[in-house]
């Protein structure tokens, strides 16, 4: 690999590492433990590369590839693959949550999720589920009551002027922080790993695997960044809500039919403070000349 390509790469890394590096130091997380996180990857990722080639992953052949000390690699084979995290059990909270906004039962006209009677559907006014019918489709160990009373003091859910229970914030309720941090996790590495294989597939390929796009700007004014996040909410929760039904229904179908891809999608709308013009880099500078071109999409 040319310097220029393992600079870019490093780049690339440092500016993923940043957030992740800020995340262990808040949860207390060691150098030493992700350095030996990133060893185990890296041979975990050399042998699924070697895999693919046909080729033996030996201790020596590892080593090689990732610059991993002979011993430690032998060491990491013996203790076998590293447990798949995306198999983790959700808590309860996300599992309600996931079929309070996926499933037609307990969707309003827009396809939002609407509040609901604390009774089950037998007894509730409008004949409709209600709270206690979603509690006990994700689990019958729980006392509807007592979830929602917690729910209550957390934050997670409201009791609207009629007495019926409404989404509030349920990321933000105490212990679902990392929840919460684990699944942007996931969507960011998806969208790492799209992009990878879209890159494999070469220049010759029909049309990319998976579907990219991203909007990026610079210099912009503190009300037009207020404006850009309200129109994402906006646009974002309408269509966000449409396409979780539409998921929703494509689980159920795969339960029925044994389906085996995964698939993920993710918005996000981000600003945070920019350098000056005095302290921006010199490719910066330029695009800031009167005249320079407005920001494009990028496919990505």
Known sequence: MEMNTRDQALQIAATLMRPLIRLMIHWGVGINELVELAKRVYVEQAAEKLRLEGRKASDAALSAMTGVHRKDVKRIGADGPLAPTERRKRSLLSAVMSLWSGDKRFLDRRGAPRPLSRRLAAHADDGKPGFEDLIEE??????????????????????DEQGRVCWAQPEYVAGESLQQQGRSARLAADRLEAAWQNLMRGPKAEAPAHFLFSVRAEGLLDEDVKALHAKVRRWGRSFGDRLNLAVSEAEARGRQAGGEQRYSFGIQSFAEPWPSEEQAPRSRKRNLRPGAEPPRPEPV
Do not use: D, F, M, Y
Request: proline share 5%; aromatic share 4%.
């Open 138 to 159: 994700v689990s019958k160990g729980h006392q509807p009551r007592a979830l929602l009373e917690a729910w209550i003091g957390q934050g997670a859910v409201t009791l």
